[in-house]
């Protein structure tokens, strides 16, 4: 069994930057696809990034694309998200979420297992 609890979250003025970052215990993420939701009240928790298995292979929603960057440190056993330019409509609670061997894909929630508590991020306009 795996634990992830993300971190880094906060309050931050339109146009500022956030890192989160995803850490895990009970073993190693090494060989898990990570993945990015978010939700904010009242929408779907939607996808936001996900890093393979490799590391190599990084993959982003439309949304987030070229402002967000997802990574992986594996002798961390940490992944990290990477926030820039961030607007009003990027305010959501943000988990993190580990699904064994997969790769950098786009996925839907029922599709990974492990799942942390989440961290909020909150941007003003």
């Known amino acids: 069994q795996v634990q992830l609890v993300e971190s880094g979250g906060g309050l931050v003025q339109a146009g500022g930057s956030l890192r989160l970052s995803c850490a895990a215990s009970?073993?190693?993420?090494?060989?898990?696809?990570i993945v990015w939701f978010r939700q904010a009240p009242g929408k779907e928790r939607e996808f936001v990034a996900a890093?393979?298995?490799?590391?190599?292979?990084?993959v982003c929603a439309d949304s987030v694309k070229g402002r967000f960057t997802i990574s992986r440190r594996n002798a961390a056993n940490t992944v990290y998200l990477q926030m820039n330019s961030l607007k009003p409509e990027d305010t959501a609670l943000y988990y993190c979420?580990?699904?064994?061997?997969?790769?950098?894909?786009?996925?839907?929630?029922?599709?990974?297992?492990?799942w942390g508590q989440g961290t909020q991020v909150t941007v003003s306009s």
């Open positions: 979420a580990a699904r064994f061997g997969g790769s950098a894909r786009y996925y839907s929630p029922n599709e990974v297992a492990f």
């Open positions: 009970g073993r190693t993420i090494s060989s898990d696809a």
């Open positions: 890093v393979g298995w490799t590391g190599g292979n990084t």
